[in-house]
């Protein structure tokens, strides 16, 4: 077998490549004793669409015999360098191959000049091993938590709102100011992005002043951001109870930092789905327990 040719990806290789993280991923999932989510032929993410045209010098594929055997997508937001997807056929796991891949990766980010590093983790103990070796120690879990109408509605009763408060459509430049505040820098062209592939947001104002957003896609609930924890879950409930108008169930990933919105949620009856993932970092920035991420894919 011929040595693996590290290289990055070209747009017209994303299928073959998202073909690599599915095998991969449903791998994982079924090892862990789970079912496997996706269908082998599943259509490209939308997001991973954006990661390759925000950041294609982030993008690597291992080749070998023709074939692309492994993956890596590493994205930089201002200081932060994210890694947003890695993954390795599972008859090529073991090979060195993830160690291959990392390395570019994190040059990417040392060459744009990063100064956080971080990324969601599965439970994989050598996946964790590799991270904490490139300078990303354990933070705290990712959970996934769905919600039916019931749910949806419990929480939006819960939530409530000030008299001083009201429920508008989001301004994007408000909204990439707020998460400029809380994740630590602003990401407008994600925003866009997520408008761009769907989504609507809903913003709680209070003074005059957006206190906080939240996106939806779909079923999806994310990014969100807010100025306290109070405006944070009920924005997270009003964007739920749109999401939810048609009697389907909304879901969305809360990270362990959120203890309130966690709290909030599981006490309406929200479900943790299978198996959480674990936000692992070099160290902690922004107002992690007031910002919920878009999914794994652009965090």
């Known amino acids: 077998m011929s040595e693996p040719q590290i290289r990055k990806v070209r747009p017209d290789e994303l299928e073959e490549v998202w073909r690599v993280h599915v095998a991969s991923s449903n791998d ?14 599943a259509p490209v993410a939308s997001d991973a669409r954006a990661a390759l045209a925000s950041d294609p010098d982030g993008y690597f594929c291992a080749v070998e015999e023709g074939q692309i055997r492994g993956m890596v997508s590493a ?3 201002g200081r932060v360098w994210y890694l947003s997807m890695f993954f390795v056929l599972p008859g090529d796991q073991g090979r060195g191959l993830g160690r291959a891949l990392l390395e570019p990766a994190l040059a990417y980010g040392e060459a744009r000049g990063v100064e956080i590093r971080c990324t969601l983790a599965t439970l994989d103990p050598r996946a964790q091993a590799r991270y904490v070796i490139a300078g990303m120690p354990p933070r705290w879990p990712i959970y996934r938590l769905d919600g039916d109408a019931a749910a949806v509605t419990r929480l939006k009763a819960r939530a409530g709102l000030d008299p001083r408060e009201q429920e508008l459509p ?3 430049g408000a909204a990439e100011k707020l998460t ?4 630590g820098h602003g990401r407008g062209d994600d925003l866009a992005h997520f408008r ?7 913003a709680i104002e209070r003074g005059g002043e957006l206190a ?3 996106y939806r ?3 999806r609930i994310g990014p969100a951001a807010g100025r306290d924890e109070t405006t944070f879950i009920q924005v997270v409930a009003a964007a739920a109870a749109a999401g939810a108008s048609g009697g389907e169930s909304v879901t969305m990933r809360v990270p362990g930092a959120c203890t309130s919105l966690l709290e909030a949620l599981v006490s309406c009856g929200f479900r943790i789905g299978g198996a959480p993932s674990l936000f692992m970092a070099s160290r902690l920035f922004g107002r992690p327990e007031l910002y919920l991420p878009s999914g794994p ?3």
């Open 212 to 214: 906080a957003f939240a």
């Open 217 to 219: 896609r779909g079923q």
């Open 28 to 41: 994982g999932l079924v090892r862990r004793g789970g079912p496997a989510r996706r269908p082998a032929d």
């Open 196 to 202: 761009g592939d769907g989504g609507a947001a809903v």
């Open 297 to 299: 894919i652009l965090y």
């Open 170 to 172: 989001c301004d994007p």
């Open 75 to 77: 994205l930089v937001r």
């Open 180 to 183: 400029a505040e809380v994740f």
